[in-house]
């Protein structure tokens, strides 16, 4: 897998939103909060997870390691679109 900068991700960000602008809230500082409280309710369903599949299911499970990594990805989303308000 290749390496990927936050500087990379984050400007897919950007385009992603450029897409969904009519959809999506506006990059402004006062939207930043929901994001925040949205990536923390994905590292909770990450959490859940770990409890209940437990750490070795994610390394072996291909099933358990998607889900994880999907969870992931999704806090990485928000995290980046915490970034850009």
């Known amino acids: 897998m290749n390496d990927i900068k936050i500087s990379d991700m984050m ?3 950007k385009e992603l939103y450029n897409l969904h602008k009519d ?19 994905e590292i909770g369903e990450c959490i859940a997870i770990i409890k209940k599949k437990g750490d070795l299911a994610i390394m072996e499970d291909e099933n358990v390691r998607k889900a994880f990594c999907e969870e992931m990805s999704d806090v990485l989303m ?8």
């Open 11 to 13: 400007n897919m960000q």
């Open 23 to 41: 959809k999506w809230s506006p990059l402004e500082a006062e939207y930043g909060r929901n994001f925040i409280l949205w990536m923390m309710e």
């Open 78 to 85: 928000y995290f980046n679109d915490t970034l850009l308000r």
